[in-house]
């Protein structure tokens, strides 16, 4: 659907949205641009070259890593998902970091090492399991992990990292801080075993915001780069707390157009199973997006999209490739007219935060579905 929906990316937002949350920040902390999942749909070759202020960037997996190395990324890069044992070799070779929790990684990184050339050093970080349920060791593992880590002669153990369960979904912060209680603790049975990692790293966006306990010596955040909030308790909780309120400004639109307007009776059905019916003579506008391209199906007869500054609602089922609107109210509507399906026309803005609510979601998955077969353009 070239030239017919897109996306447009403000060209100084996400340097912009990475300055302020670093103002939260001790003067040398480092900061880690998560840019996983396409960049949470913005697209990581356009998001990292928007990012010249990133020291590290964060993906998810080995082609996630590659890809950005291909893109000429020479900066380093942490791979927080698995990488399969099989194509360790090929993270290493591309000098990707590896975060680390399983003892049959250290021994194919070892094998590596012993058997074949590597350029540079492979680099480790141990992600320590403190409540969230997914990823990395539990505490009591740590000295036998250590144990193993020092085993292996030309192995850099570069990083410990650990990820928060229940830091932006509530204004209470109990869970968070015992989870950083965990974390102090397993970091100082890693000391005491000889270990120093240099790189300290757990504060996603929101705790990059609340808490400065969870700095240590990197940040590592994604949605906020974005220009998005990690939720309304970490807006919230950020007002309640008398800091520095980051101004953060969203990075995305997205935009369609018009392909078809005409005229339908009053009782006329729209869409898939019949869930809309005009109760007056309607003009209607079929957009070419649909959810094959991201706009979630239960948008459908809930959402708005904008069309020359005023809103037009959604009637009917949205499609695999295609949305109905109502403009009848705009009667200056023509064919091939720009629609904004995210973002800001004249007064009028339609947010993320605004989508997720009528799709029953978060804005993290509403941005980062959006389909990365569509053009993103710089603007």
Known sequence: MSGLVWVELDKTAPDHNLQEI???????????????????????????????????????????????????????????????????????DADLRLTVYNHETLDRIA??????????????????????????????????????????????FEGVSTHYANIEDTINSEYAKMQLKVFKNSLEKIMKSGAKPKLVHTACTAASILFPETHFS????????????????????????????????????????????????????IGYGCTYRTTRKTRLAVLPVGYADGYDRALGNTAHVLV?????????????????????????AKLEDEVVLLGKDGEEVISAEQMANWAGTINYEIVTRISPFLSRKIV
Not at 46 to 52: A, F, H, Q
Not at 310 to 332: E, S, Y
């Open 22 to 92: 670093k103002k939260l920040s001790k003067k040398g902390t480092l900061f880690c641009a998560v840019v996983k999942s396409n960049a949470y749909g913005h697209g990581a070759k356009e998001i990292t070259s928007l990012l010249p202020s990133a020291d590290w960037f964060a993906v998810n997996s080995l082609e996630e890593g590659i890809e950005l190395r291909d893109f000429g990324i020479k900066k380093p890069i942490l791979l927080l998902g698995y990488v399969s044992i099989s194509q360790l070799k090929e993270a290493l």
């Open 111 to 156: 094998e590596l090492i012993r058997n074949t050339k590597i350029k540079n050093p492979p680099k480790i970080h141990l992600k320590i399991e403190t409540g969230t349920g997914r990823q990395g060791i539990l505490p009591e593992e740590i000295p036998d992990f250590i144990n193993h880590i020092n085993r292996i002669k030309g192995l850099l």
């Open 218 to 269: 990197m940040l590592r955040a994604g949605i906020g780069v974005y220009g998005l909030w990690p939720s309304r308790e970490t807006y919230l909780s950020a007002l309640l707390s008398g800091r520095y309120l980051p101004d953060l400004r969203p990075v995305l639109s997205w935009k369609t157009k018009i392909v078809q307007i005409k005229t339908i009776p009053e009782g006329h059905y």
């Open 308 to 332: 020359k500054g005023k809103r037009a609602p959604v009637i009917g089922r949205v499609c695999m490739n295609l949305t109905m609107i109502d403009v009848t109210d705009i009667p200056n």
